[in-house]
């Protein structure tokens, strides 16, 4: 059964800096695309970064260049680097994976993700 564990949540202040984990099971590993997803109270889940099994990324545009994906398959492991934290940047991580490609094009919205994990807490103070 896949499962994907998050950790590395956490409360700082803006211009901060956390590094999420998630661990992702061994047959998961391999998952074509894994995500970052965040959600804030009385908001829905954006996509906040993808990377693919290539190695190949992309960001929201409200986090390109502070934040940063990569996965570490020997490790079965997927994490999110968190640079310049703004308190807009609170709310809910949660990581998600597609393990086999549904279209041909980038999974930007939840639904395209088979699997979820059950988030980690990132609070920014100004």
């Known amino acids: 059964q896949v499962q994907l564990v998050e950790s590395g949540g956490g409360s700082v202040q803006a211009g901060g800096s956390l590094r999420l984990s998630c661990a992702v099971s061994?047959?998961?590993?391999?998952?074509?695309?894994l995500g970052w997803f965040r959600q804030a109270p009385g908001k829905g889940r954006e996509v906040v970064a993808i990377i693919d099994k290539s190695g190949i990324t992309w960001y929201a545009g409200s986090v390109q260049g502070r934040f940063s994906i990569s996965r570490e398959s020997a490790k079965h492991t997927v994490y999110l680097q968190l640079n310049s934290l703004k308190p807009e940047d609170s709310g809910m991580y949660y990581c998600a994976a597609q393990i086999h490609p549904k279209k041909p094009m980038w999974p930007f919205r939840p639904l395209d993700y088979d699997y979820w994990g059950q988030g980690t807490q990132v609070t920014v103070s100004s």
């Open positions: 061994k047959d998961a590993t391999d998952a074509h695309y």
